[in-house]
């Protein structure tokens, strides 16, 4: 199978589907799919179960509240009639309280004994239980309660009923009843929890302080200022109520225990006028209401907001249970519709298997008659779904698979042709060297016919591509090279092979072409041959060009000798006659005289001075002779290390006479380095450019020629101050048979083979020049 790139994250899930049978695949599917739709059933029943299970959790927060507010209720008449147990000492009083003790006694035991038994406890709850208890011991086993001022005396029982409050709440959370998603319950449950019991709190601080203020014989200062704070905290918490009140108009709860408790409300405003009116106003004055009659009054207060209360739970309850019945019809329609889901998505499931499976099977017999080579066998249409494009593929691929089969024998008929005709050999090898296809060409080329030719070696016929032990020679196969076939039975056998590697069938092979090239040879001797003549040439018309400066350079030491020579003739011959004159008289006094009368002393130092300048003279002769010999000598075949100002000092010899009238030549040599080089070639080379130079110069001008290393090349730069060359004429400088000069002064060859002796040399050479100012060429030659 393909690696498609774009889709190689899921290459391991097509992987498993392509080993998988039809009706595995369809299995494999169907357990997928339903997997994930299992999971989010499961879910969303757990969620559904979740919600169910929180309204059962907070039915039960609700039945621990119903205990709960009965508590504060009996702890909180405790509270009040224990203040006036100050004031009135009666027998009845006293057995009245010990009965509201007991009570509260009773009312926390049931609320503890429900709590431990409740799936709501927590903790934390616990710990809240266990530090109520704790405080009503201490409370129920001190005398605190009924000690110190009357604030005091009713913080020591708040404390329980705060507790109390506190326990409501943490039920609350604990049960979840504060977090009901229902805006009804949540307002319900918060005005159960919150305002409901700071209301009580509030006029059960009023009964208390209101009826112990009233039961003594006249009120005292401190009594009025502790009503107006206890007026001012009722002010305070009514206006709270009220807003509770204005919030539940906003959600539209509309019930009778709400419109009780809207009334409730109203009486407290009126219980909040006539309490200010009736005890506030009369400071120092006569207060016309008993404490009993005050107590009752708030006590009948409280009564109904504790009977609003106990009216809002069973409320809070029917919303609940309706919650949970609402939530369980949820569930069993949801786990309904999953259920018929399920049973339509297995039934079309089995369809569509069975209806693919059906298509396939015709398909598969289509194939099979397609792949025995029967191109004209179509697919009928069944379906309208992607199959139907697969089977218009597949009837398309028949109809073009035929066309293809026509097409593939003319293009094979056409290859077979283009093999028997092209001017090349072709050969086809295995992996061993084995020739498996030749064309013709090939067989003439190697001498032999095809079959002749096959399954033997190509190391046979062409000894390079093929190493000692008899192996194909990998390096040498996939170049391209020029060899000698080694055949006696060959008349010509220089070829130029070229080899590549390619696959067919998933198998190594290399294909080789081989081309005669004993044509090309010859013309490339030839082409040689008119080069060296070319050269030749050049160096004849150089040579020519030189004749008369070398003539005249050679001739003027020549005609200076001469002139000496008969000069020492001269003084030869006046001392031969001395020497006669000495060997005849034996007269010393005569030949002293004639020696100083012919002032001999003169004659013998001048005639040392002619012979240092004749020696000079023609030593000059003799190197412009051998320079003149190394330009004409034929190079030999391999090159030699030369010291590249020794051939420049060379040329220049041989041009000195064409230079010294045109311009003056200023030399720096810093290289000092050999080059490999034909320095026949180079003489030439150096020539031809310092001869182009001086033709350059018009007047008296010089020429600069510099030597330095530049890296792993020596760089020779020449340099004239001459008319220079038109930018026009830079790109055909080193063309054949191009010049500058006027008819008949140049060949046009000179640069050219300049170019091509440098090229020879692995060299480079380049042109810079300011039309009128001068030319610079620059010339890099490999160091030895």
Not at 348 to 353: K, L, N, R, S
Request: glycine letters at 4%; charged letters at 20%; a negative charge.
């Amino acid at each position: 199978m393909i690696k498609n790139t774009k889709f190689l994250l899921f290459y391991p899930a097509i992987a498993l589907m392509s080993k998988l049978r039809f009706v595995f695949k369809f299995v494999f599917i169907c357990l997928i799919f339903s997997f994930p739709l299992t999971l989010l059933g499961w879910a969303l029943i757990g969620e559904m179960k979740g919600n169910i299970q929180t309204s059962e959790l907070e039915l039960q927060g609700i039945k621990a509240l119903e205990y709960n507010l009965k508590a504060i209720k009996v702890i909180a008449d405790l509270r009040d009639y224990s203040i006036l147990q100050r004031s009135n000492l009666s027998f009845q009083f006293s057995e009245n309280l010990h009965i509201r003790k007991e009570q509260a006694k009773a009312s926390l035991s049931n609320l503890r004994t429900h709590l431990l038994s409740s799936k709501a406890l927590t903790i934390e709850l616990h710990n809240e239980l266990t530090s109520l208890e704790r405080l009503w011991n201490e409370l129920s086993n001190s005398t605190a309660g009924v000690q110190g001022q009357p604030e005091i005396h009713f913080y020591h029982y708040d404390r329980i009923v705060q507790k109390l409050e506190r326990l409501a709440r943490l039920v609350s959370y604990e049960s979840k009843l504060a977090y009901d998603p229902n805006k009804k319950n949540f307002f319900l449950i918060k005005l159960l929890i919150e305002d409901l019991p700071l209301l009580n709190r509030v006029i059960g601080k009023l009964r208390a302080f209101g009826s112990h203020a009233l039961s003594s014989s006249s009120i005292d200062s401190y009594s009025y200022t502790l009503l107006e704070q206890v007026h001012d905290e009722l002010i305070q918490t009514s206006s709270i109520v009220e807003q509770s009140l204005n919030y539940t108009s906003n959600l539209g709860i509309s019930n009778v225990t709400i419109n009780q408790f809207i009334d409730v409300t109203s009486e407290t405003n009126s219980l909040i006028d006539y309490f200010y009116n009736k005890i506030i106003l009369s400071e120092f004055g006569i207060v016309d209401i008993s404490w009993q009659q005050f107590f009752d009054m708030n006590t009948l207060h409280l009564n109904e907001i504790y009977n609003i209360s106990n009216n809002l739970l069973p409320i809070i309850k029917n919303e609940l249970y309706a919650e949970i019945a609402l939530q369980r019809e949820e569930l069993y329609l949801f786990l309904s519709l999953a259920l018929m889901l399920y049973l339509v998505i297995t039934y079309f499931i089995f369809g569509m298997y069975h209806s693919l499976k059906i298509t396939i099977k015709e398909f598969s017999n289509k194939a099979k008659l397609l792949a025995s080579g029967d191109l004209s066998v179509q697919v009928k249409h069944h379906t309208k779904d992607e199959l139907s494009q697969v089977i218009s593929a597949f009837n398309k691929m028949a109809c073009e698979l035929a066309s293809a089969r026509t097409l593939a024998n003319d293009v094979n008929q056409r290859l077979i042709n283009i093999m028997n005709t092209v001017p090349n050999g072709i050969v086809l090898l295995d992996k061993r060297g084995l020739i498996q296809e030749v064309n013709p060409e090939a067989c003439r080329i190697l001498g032999n016919s095809s079959e002749l030719l096959l399954d033997n070696n190509i190391g046979e016929f062409i000894p390079v591509l093929q190493e000692i032990t008899g192996e194909l020679d990998l390096d040498n196969i996939l170049k391209t090279s020029e060899e000698s076939l080694l055949s006696p039975a060959l008349k010509n056998t220089y070829i130029e092979y070229s080899g590549r590697l390619l696959s067919i069938s998933n198998e190594t092979h290399y294909l080789i072409t081989i081309t005669d090239i004993n044509d090309r040879k010859l013309n490339q001797e030839k082409l040689l041959n008119l080069n060296e003549k070319l050269i030749n040439s050049e160096k004849l018309a150089s040579i020519g060009q030189l004749a008369a400066g070398i003539a005249h350079e050679i001739n003027n030491p020549i005609g200076f000798v001469q002139s000496n020579i008969c000069v020492l003739d001269e003084y030869s011959q006046l001392i031969s006659e001395y020497c006669l004159l000495i060997k005849e008289s034996g007269n010393l006094e005569a030949a002293t005289k004639f020696f100083n009368d012919q002032d001999f002393d003169y004659i013998l130092s001048d005639m040392n001075e002619i012979m240092n300048s004749s020696k000079n003279g023609l030593q000059r002769v003799t190197r412009i002779i051998k320079d003149l010999g190394h330009y004409t000598h034929k190079d030999d075949d391999d090159m030699e290390e030369m010291l590249i100002e020794d051939i420049i000092l060379q040329s220049l010899d041989l041009v000195s006479n064409e230079l010294k009238y045109k311009a003056e030549v200023i030399k720096e040599f810093a290289a000092n380095s050999y080059v490999k080089c034909y320095p026949q070639k180079l003489l030439q080379v150096f020539i031809n450019l310092f001869v182009n130079s001086s033709h350059a110069i018009e007047n008296k001008g010089k020429i600069f020629i510099f030597s330095s290393n530049d890296k792993e090349f020596v760089k020779v730069s020449i340099k004239d101050t001459g008319t220079g060359i038109k930018p026009s004429d830079l790109k055909n400088l080193f063309d054949p048979f191009f010049t500058t000069k006027a008819v008949g002064k140049g060949t046009g060859l000179g640069l050219y083979i300049v170019h091509s002796i440098i090229k020879e040399h692995n060299g480079s050479i380049l042109v810079e020049s300011v039309f009128g100012e001068g030319c610079e060429i620059i010339i890099y030659i490999p160091k030895a």
